[in-house]
């Protein structure tokens, strides 16, 4: 069993930065491909990025270029960076291990002037 606890949420400007953190318990972490999926209110959720056990990372084109997504393996850790943040942006964002649907709790990112 993985446990997945998200943080680094908050309320930012337009153009601002926020950098989630996701940390993974249990063994094994390594061999998965890790993942951000959001939802924002009223809508599905969505993939934002992944990334795999080697480093190869995929985005969803809205985000391509603002944000990046990583992990230290040793740390059992996922990142989001996240730059040059609009409004649409905002919504719940989640940290996965996909394909054993293993969900963190969220994290709410706002961003708003």
């Known amino acids: 069993q993985v446990q997945l606890v998200e943080s680094g949420g908050g309320l930012v400007q337009p153009g601002g930065s926020l950098r989630l953190s996701c940390a993974a318990s249990?063994?094994?972490?390594?061999?998965?491909?890790m993942a951000w999926f959001r939802q924002a209110p009223g809508k599905e959720r969505e993939l934002v990025a992944k990334i795999s056990s080697s480093g190869m990372t995929t985005y969803i084109d809205s985000v391509k270029g603002r944000f990046t997504i990583s992990r230290d393996n040793a740390k059992k850790m996922v990142y989001l960076q996240m730059n040059s943040l609009k409004p649409e942006d905002t919504a719940i964002y989640f940290c996965?291990?996909?394909?054993?649907?293993?969900w963190g709790q969220g994290t709410q990112v706002t961003v708003s002037s």
């Open positions: 996965s291990i996909p394909e054993m649907n293993y």
């Open positions: 249990g063994s094994m972490f390594s061999i998965y491909f």
